[in-house]
């Protein structure tokens, strides 16, 4: 199987919201994706990006992607957060994922992030199983908060 990995473009963005989408369906989420196209190739494309993605491409579509931005910690400083991390359900196992993951520690190492941070819903044992595989650790003493406004 042929499959690139590369920075995403703009021009990705329509299809990386459509896997968005099939994450949030496979979260138990359809209705939460409430963000524009326009917004979202905004946030990434337009004068300050605040997010940056790699898309795995097999036969010239876009089969998966992972969306980071940089967080900064002040007890570590800069750290990659994966905000979304997925490979399209049809061609889950066969690699790609760990395409995609190697490149986003790459591209930690060369930024000089300290680190990798993400969140992962504890019913997810496949993907708490690819993450074990690098050695992840897991922390169940913080609780996520948010605050709509």
């Known amino acids: 199987m042929n499959v690139i990995i590369r920075r995403a473009v703009r021009e990705d963005c329509h299809r990386i919201l459509e896997l968005v989408k099939e994450l949030a369906v496979y979260e138990k989420a359809p209705d939460e994706v409430t963000v524009t196209l326009d917004h979202f190739e905004e946030s990434g494309f337009g004068k300050n990006p605040v997010w940056w993605?790699?898309?795995?491409e097999r036969d010239g579509r876009v089969e998966g992607f992972a969306l980071y931005y940089?967080?900064?910690?002040?007890w570590k400083g800069q750290r990659m957060?994966?905000?979304?991390?997925?490979?399209?359900?049809?061609?889950?196992?066969q690699g790609?994922?760990?395409?995609?993951?190697?490149?986003?520690?790459?591209e930690s190492k060369e930024k000089n992030f300290n680190g990798i941070v993400w969140q992962v819903l504890e019913w997810n044992e496949p993907a708490i199983n690819f993450y074990k595989k690098y050695n992840a650790s897991f922390?169940?003493?913080?609780?996520?908060?948010?605050?709509s406004v």
């Open 70 to 74: 940089i967080r900064f910690s002040t």
């Open 96 to 106: 790609i994922g760990k395409k995609l993951f190697d490149r986003l520690v790459e």
């Open 139 to 147: 922390d169940a003493e913080w609780v996520n908060c948010a605050v």
């Open 81 to 93: 957060y994966l905000e979304d991390f997925l490979v399209t359900e049809a061609l889950r196992g």
């Open 53 to 56: 993605a790699f898309v795995a």
